[in-house]
């Protein structure tokens, strides 16, 4: 696993052992069964770790049916308004809008800021989010006639620059648009998978998101399933397991790769930075 050369030296992964997959022969059907993803999803390449550790959180927590949301729409507003908040503040938002019918960007063009921060209340930071949903909506309307679907299938760099663009968008919330609601294939790094990588030694404090989502994104077959859901996996495994303070790693599917217990090295700035 490498970096781009475009890329400070302050990121890298190292090979671990093998993991066990299709191509080795793993077989099974449901958690607990390594195999059984790879139906599924493209197998990861055991020359790095972070193929072991999907197979690891899949085999512990199966598949996550990641993002909740009933519409791509809904998508998009729960990754704008789950910024700096927890996801059940989310869900009291947007079951505000639902009752008050404004889960359409029609409906959220339409509807007064005053009348949509009273909505989006639970989620905290409701004038910053309101004046961003606003913000969405008139882009997706001025360059895009307000169809999601003309939006999406706009090149994902592309569509990429224009979403960080937006007052109130930034990486984290571009690429959970563009991977849950548009189906590109783009990595999120969200703080649990960077507080993963950095406790198993994998990455620089240092590291910035652009880094830390080319780690992932270099490291596993570019298909949106797999980056879905190793997502997925990631956040559940943060929620339970690897948490900012009092971490249970004992207990979690991760604590082989700890570096204590022999599995990760640690990251290494003066390692050479070349394409893979």
Not at 67 to 95: C, D, H, M, Y
Not at 208 to 226: C, G, I, S
């Amino acid at each position: 696993m490498s970096l781009s050369p475009a890329l400070p030296q302050i990121v890298t992964l190292s090979p671990s052992s093998p993991s066990r997959s299709a191509k080795s022969g793993a077989t099974g059907d449901g958690p607990g069964q390594p195999g059984s993803w790879s139906r599924s999803f493209p197998v990861p390449s055991g020359d790095s770790p972070l193929s072991a550790y999907f197979e690891a959180l899949f085999a512990a927590y199966g598949p996550q049916h990641w993002w909740p949301g009933r519409s791509r729409f809904e998508i998009i507003l729960g990754a704008i308004l789950t910024q700096n908040t927890s996801w059940k503040n989310v869900e009291r938002a947007i079951a505000n809008l639902r009752a008050r019918k404004l889960l359409s960007p029609l409906a959220i063009q339409r509807v007064s800021a005053a009348r949509l921060s009273a909505a989006i209340r639970p989620a905290g930071y409701f004038r910053q989010k309101t004046q961003t949903l606003k913000t969405f909506v008139a882009f997706l309307y001025s360059r895009y006639g307000g169809s999601l679907d003309r939006l999406f299938a706009t090149p994902t760099r592309i569509l990429r620059e224009q979403l960080l663009g937006l007052r109130g968008i930034g990486p984290e919330t571009a690429d959970s648009i563009l991977l849950y609601a548009g189906k590109h294939p783009v990595f999120v790094v969200d703080a649990y998978a960077r507080r993963i990588l950095e406790r198993h030694g994998l990455a620089d404090p240092r590291a910035k998101y652009e880094q830390l989502r080319a780690v992932f994104e270099w490291a596993l077959p570019h298909d949106r399933r797999l980056f879905n859901e190793f997502h997925a996996l990631i956040v559940e495994t943060g929620k339970l397991h690897c948490r900012k303070s009092n971490p249970a790693c004992a207990t979690c599917p991760l604590a082989k790769f700890l570096p204590a217990a022999g599995g990760s090295r640690e990251a290494s700035p003066a390692s050479p930075v070349t394409p893979p």
